[in-house]
């Protein structure tokens, strides 16, 4: 055996000790090979921060080949590097550059390397001032990869994985191994393979160790078991910075239809606290200040953006919490009639939409734009009057076939507040903010529920929640995302173009409750007062024909007529179909110049 290799083995074994093993150069020993070695090494741990200049060497090395062999290629490298740029730029999400900036940077290198390639494949390298383009350009577009953040955290999550094998020996889980490993936003994950014999509870006893072993802070590590359910994997989460430790901004919506879970913010551990709300219905709970109305924010910006939901919203502050998201609500009850009156519709629409599913022979009513769930949102649900309960709780009971959604905010959802009905057993999906008291725990949760663990009498924070829901079942806390009056604004303003209107069968219902009897023989003789519709018909008409140029807009035909908002596009839809109105410009109509 040669002596280096013999001095290889000896390092190798001090290594396995523990030790550092001395690098000892005698005569006879070759220092180049050492030294070639610990270079080679380092352009391949730095392989991220030096990919600039391997890409430098790489174009001068290709140029000086393809002028030499190909000098008639430029043109087809020019239009390869133009719509290799252009793929990038518009289609880069798909190669995980989610961010434009980034899509953006990506095509400029793509542009630059092939026109650069392009120009030394014509000209050649001596082709003056190809060199100094090169250095200029390369250091410029440089920067920009040098100083990128989650191209830094991939680089000191790949460095923690190499040094895997030396933590894994150190806290005696010798022989485990990363598999893969993915950076977001709030540290990373990875997936690792267990040696013969170790299990997943080995490993959670080790946590502590291996927060220290990665100079983590406490309670960054976790460990789950991975979705095969392999019981010799597991996968580690690791979290640079604890994401409840601040506000979260509200990322935008997470769905687009109510048949998608509804992401409410981020759990401790960084997942996604997601909840279905078809056909379930919720209660949200929480002392004054716990952060209920920012939660039922989250949902409005996210029901907002659905196209088959229409949102009905009761808000007894007077439409403090609420009117700020007006532009997306059909219909808005700020009193305690207006409550009542819109919970008897909703009750009306069940009904049609029960009797409309048994004669089409269906079961249940499945959510489009044209065929809208109805979720009816109630804000300080405690201060609606006694006679509204019998309606809620037909709508609790029998709302979910039919997608009739009833979501509930309130401090303390008492027996008396949530009226003597079944509303509080009938809530599938349970969000507790912080409680005053523990018994409250039950209260929004349910019985047993504090017993359980789920302690939301301990949540330090605004925001903070815990969720119980079918697909919650264990207490975690998450932190609901924070929406500013900008946001809810630019959002409300954003999704008010995409609310679809209520169906026909839940117009009709609606309808045909607003039509008076029909009038008694005895009074049939006696002179017809014009009915509400025809009154407001009456007036949408004169204000349409006395219209501006730039037209009325819906705000202000809504207030003049007194129709519901569904009403009003229904009647301006016929309008506009049979000639008699024009559309001038979004949500704004007058009278057609020509009444045909
Ligand atoms: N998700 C959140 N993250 C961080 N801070 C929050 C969050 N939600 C609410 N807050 C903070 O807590 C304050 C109170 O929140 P919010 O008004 O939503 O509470 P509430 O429970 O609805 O109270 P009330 O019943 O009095 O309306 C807010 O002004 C905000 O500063």
């Given at each position: 055996?040669?002596?280096?290799?013999?001095?290889?083995?000896?390092?190798?074994?001090?290594?396995?000790?523990?030790?550092?093993?001395?690098?000892?150069?005698?005569?006879?020993?070759?220092?180049?090979?050492?030294?070639?070695?610990?270079?080679?090494?380092?352009?391949?741990?730095?392989?991220?921060?030096?990919?600039?200049?391997?890409?430098?060497?790489?174009?001068?090395?290709?140029?000086?080949?393809?002028?030499?062999?190909?000098?008639?290629?430029?043109?087809?490298?020019?239009?390869?590097?133009?719509?290799?740029?252009?793929?990038?730029?518009?289609?880069?999400?798909?190669?995980?550059?989610?961010?434009?900036?980034?899509?953006?940077?990506?095509?400029?290198?793509?542009?630059?390397?092939?026109?650069?390639?392009?120009?030394?494949?014509?000209?050649?390298?001596?082709?003056?001032?190809?060199?100094?383009?090169?250095?200029?350009?390369?250091?410029?577009?440089?920067?920009?990869?040098?100083?990128?953040?989650?191209?830094?955290?991939?680089?000191?999550?790949?460095?923690?994985?190499?040094?895997?094998?030396?933590?894994?020996?150190?806290?005696?889980?010798?022989?485990?191994?990363?598999?893969?490993?993915?950076?977001?936003?709030?540290?990373?994950?990875?997936?690792?393979?267990?040696?013969?014999?170790?299990?997943?509870?080995?490993?959670?006893?080790?946590?502590?160790?291996?927060?220290?072993?990665?100079?983590?802070?406490?309670?960054?590590?976790?460990?789950?078991?991975?979705?095969?359910?392999?019981?010799?994997?597991?996968?580690?989460?690791?979290?640079?910075?604890?994401?409840?430790?601040?506000?979260?901004?509200?990322?935008?919506?997470?769905?687009?239809?109510?048949?998608?879970?509804?992401?409410?913010?981020?759990?401790?551990?960084?997942?996604?606290?997601?909840?279905?709300?078809?056909?379930?219905?919720?209660?949200?709970?929480?002392?004054?200040?716990?952060?209920?109305?920012?939660?039922?924010?989250?949902?409005?910006?996210?029901?907002?953006?659905?196209?088959?939901?229409?949102?009905?919203?009761?808000?007894?502050?007077?439409?403090?919490?609420?009117?700020?998201?007006?532009?997306?609500?059909?219909?808005?009850?700020?009193?305690?009639?207006?409550?009542?009156?819109?919970?008897?519709?909703?009750?009306?629409?069940?009904?049609?939409?029960?009797?409309?599913?048994?004669?089409?022979?269906?079961?249940?009513?499945?959510?489009?734009?044209?065929?809208?769930?109805?979720?009816?949102?109630?804000?300080?649900?405690?201060?609606?009057?006694?006679?509204?309960?019998?309606?809620?709780?037909?709508?609790?009971?029998?709302?979910?076939?039919?997608?009739?959604?009833?979501?509930?905010?309130?401090?303390?959802?008492?027996?008396?507040?949530?009226?003597?009905?079944?509303?509080?057993?009938?809530?599938?999906?349970?969000?507790?903010?912080?409680?005053?008291?523990?018994?409250?725990?039950?209260?929004?949760?349910?019985?047993?529920?504090?017993?359980?663990?789920?302690?939301?009498?301990?949540?330090?924070?605004?925001?903070?929640?815990?969720?119980?829901?079918?697909?919650?079942?264990?207490?975690?806390?998450?932190?609901?995302?924070?929406?500013?009056?900008?946001?809810?604004s630019e959002a409300a303003q954003r999704h008010a173009a995409l609310r679809p209107v209520l169906d026909e069968v839940s117009?009709?219902?609606?309808?045909?409750?607003?039509?008076?009897?029909?009038?008694?023989?005895?009074?049939?003789?006696?002179p017809l007062r014009p009915s509400r519709e025809d009154r407001a018909e009456t007036v949408l008409r004169e204000a349409l024909d006395g219209a501006p140029d730039e037209g009325l807009p819906i705000a202000h035909l809504l207030m003049i007529s007194?129709?519901?908002?569904?009403?009003?596009?229904?009647?301006?839809?016929?309008?506009?179909?049979?000639?008699?109105?024009?559309?001038?410009?979004?949500?704004?109509?007058?009278?057609?110049?020509?009444?045909?």
């Amino acid at each position: 055996m040669s002596r280096s290799r013999q001095m290889r083995r000896h390092a190798q074994k001090m290594r396995r000790n523990g030790l550092q093993p001395l690098v000892i150069i005698d005569r006879d020993d070759q220092f180049p090979d050492v030294a070639a070695v610990l270079v080679a090494r380092a352009l391949w741990r730095y392989r991220s921060e030096l990919a600039p200049l391997y890409l430098v060497t790489a174009l001068v090395v290709s140029g000086l080949v393809l002028h030499a062999a190909r000098p008639h290629w430029w043109p087809y490298l020019l239009a390869l590097a133009t719509v290799a740029a252009w793929v990038l730029a518009m289609f880069g999400d798909r190669f995980g550059l989610t961010l434009r900036m980034e899509r953006l940077y990506g095509a400029a290198v793509v542009v630059g390397v092939g026109g650069w390639l392009a120009a030394v494949t014509a000209l050649g390298i001596a082709f003056s001032p190809l060199l100094q383009v090169l250095a200029v350009g390369g250091f410029v577009l440089a920067v920009p990869w040098w100083v990128h953040r989650r191209r830094r955290a991939k680089v000191r999550v790949d460095r923690q994985i190499a040094a895997w094998p030396e933590i894994a020996q150190s806290i005696g889980l010798a022989g485990s191994r990363a598999q893969s490993a993915v950076v977001d936003v709030w540290g990373w994950r990875a997936r690792f393979a267990l040696a013969r014999g170790q299990t997943i509870q080995d490993v959670t006893t080790k946590v502590p160790a291996i927060e220290s072993a990665l100079g983590t802070f406490r309670g960054a590590v976790r460990v789950f078991p991975t979705r095969d359910d392999k019981a010799n994997r597991f996968e580690l989460r690791v979290l640079n910075t604890d994401p409840h430790a601040d506000a979260i901004p509200w990322p935008g919506p997470s769905v687009s239809s109510i048949t998608e879970p509804i992401d409410l913010g981020p759990f401790e551990d960084a997942t996604s606290a997601r909840v279905l709300l078809l056909r379930r219905h919720g209660l949200i709970g929480g002392v004054a200040g716990s952060g209920k109305s920012g939660g039922i924010n989250v949902l409005m910006g996210n029901l907002s953006a659905c196209r088959d939901v229409v949102v009905w919203a009761i808000d007894l502050k007077r439409g403090m919490e609420l009117q700020p998201w007006a532009s997306c609500i059909d219909r808005l009850a700020t009193t305690p009639e207006q409550a009542r009156a819109m919970l008897r519709d909703a009750v009306m629409i069940l009904e049609a939409r029960a009797a409309w599913l048994t004669a089409n022979g269906r079961r249940v009513w499945d959510p489009a734009p044209e065929l809208p769930a109805l979720v009816i949102v109630v804000d300080e649900y405690a201060e609606l009057a006694d006679d509204a309960a019998s309606d809620t709780d037909s709508i609790a009971r029998r709302g979910r076939a039919v997608a009739v959604t009833l979501i509930a905010a309130t401090q303390r959802p008492t027996q008396k507040a949530m009226g003597k009905g079944a509303v509080r057993s009938q809530m599938d999906v349970r969000v507790s903010f912080r409680v005053r008291e523990r018994k409250d725990v039950d209260l929004i949760l349910g019985q047993g529920m504090l017993n359980a663990g789920w302690h939301a009498h301990t949540l330090n924070a605004p925001g903070k929640f815990l969720l119980s829901a079918p697909e919650h079942d264990t207490p975690r806390r998450g932190r609901a995302y924070l929406l500013t009056d900008d946001a809810v604004s630019e959002a409300a303003q954003r999704h008010a173009a995409l609310r679809p209107v209520l169906d026909e069968v839940s117009q009709r219902a609606l309808d045909d409750a607003a039509t008076p009897l029909v009038q008694p023989v005895s009074a049939a003789s006696a002179p017809l007062r014009p009915s509400r519709e025809d009154r407001a018909e009456t007036v949408l008409r004169e204000a349409l024909d006395g219209a501006p140029d730039e037209g009325l807009p819906i705000a202000h035909l809504l207030m003049i007529s007194e129709m519901s908002r569904p009403t009003l596009y229904r009647r301006l839809n016929e309008l506009v179909k049979t000639g008699r109105a024009v559309q001038v410009g979004r949500g704004r109509y007058k009278a057609s110049d020509h009444t045909p």
